[in-house]
């Protein structure tokens, strides 16, 4: 389903089921041998899709070992994001001399607990929220900020390897073109010589998921990039 909202240098594996015989690396047992079952059959189906994607790219399976922020740990010459939420799975991968960085995420298209919007947000975007809300039923425009700001941190971590705020990123949404945009409020990473001020990216709403993607291309693909695929530090979405 998520590949509808990436480009096609890039491939993508996702599920919406657990299959029972997955097995895991040692690397990888070690990592959830604490975890609680929803845990681990999340951890281990997220794989899963990413060694199918790696199979696509040409690739043996190798372990994906979190980081100390839990981030994957790619084979050399690989970047990509991994998202799990409750009946999904997905992992999106790309070689690097192609791809810069990838963020992604899903979630259930339902509204957020009462007080995490004030936390995740600023002013400014909650007064898009409710213009939105005014103009389009059906879909949960605030999860959808969030799931969307959970794909800028995903693209900016592997980057930069520092934390990003929710408030340090401004996102507007576009309602009819399944768009978004996200204006850093700090200095961004630097790719290839220029700072990269703004990740762009996609959204789908189906099946009772909202799913974000942020593609960053490499400044050497950017002049052969394909429809809806903004140049530079302008483009793009566990």
């Known amino acids: 389903m998520i590949e509808s909202?990436?480009?096609s240098y890039v491939v993508s594996e996702d599920l919406f089921e657990d299959p029972p015989d997955t097995m895991l690396f040692p690397e990888e047992e070690k990592a959830v041998e604490v975890a609680v079952d929803k845990r681990r059959r999340e951890f281990t189906t997220a794989r899963l899709c990413a060694r199918r994607a790696m199979a696509r790219l040409g690739l043996p399976p190798v372990p994906v070992v979190p980081g100390p922020r839990g981030e994957p740990g790619w084979p050399s010459g690989i970047v990509g994001s991994m998202t799990h939420c409750t009946g999904y799975r997905a992992a999106?991968?790309?070689r690097s001399a192609r791809v810069a960085t990838i963020g992604i995420d899903a979630e259930p298209n339902e509204v957020l607990t009462q007080g995490v919007l004030e936390v995740i947000s600023l002013p400014a975007e909650r007064e898009r929220l409710r213009e939105l809300a005014?103009?389009?039923e059906g879909v949960c425009w605030e999860r959808l900020l969030f799931s969307a700001k959970e794909s800028v941190y995903k693209a900016w971590f592997p980057l930069t390897g520092l934390w990003l705020d929710f408030e340090e990123a401004d996102?507007?949404?576009g309602p009819d073109d399944g768009t978004f945009s996200a204006r850093l409020l700090v200095p961004?990473?630097?790719v290839d010589g220029s700072e990269v001020t703004?990740?762009?990216?996609?959204w789908?709403?189906?099946d009772g998921l909202i799913l974000t993607a942020i593609v960053l291309p490499a400044p050497a693909t950017t002049a052969g990039s394909p429809p809806g695929a903004s140049p530079g530090s302008e483009l793009i979405g566990s």
């Not at 703004?198 to 996609?202: D, L, T, V």
């Open 134 to 136: 005014r103009r389009s």
């Open 92 to 94: 999106v991968l790309g």
């Open 198 to 202: 703004a990740f762009s990216g996609r």
């Open 204 to 206: 789908l709403v189906r």
């Open 5 to 7: 909202i990436l480009p």
């Open 188 to 190: 961004g990473p630097v």
């Open 171 to 173: 996102l507007s949404i």
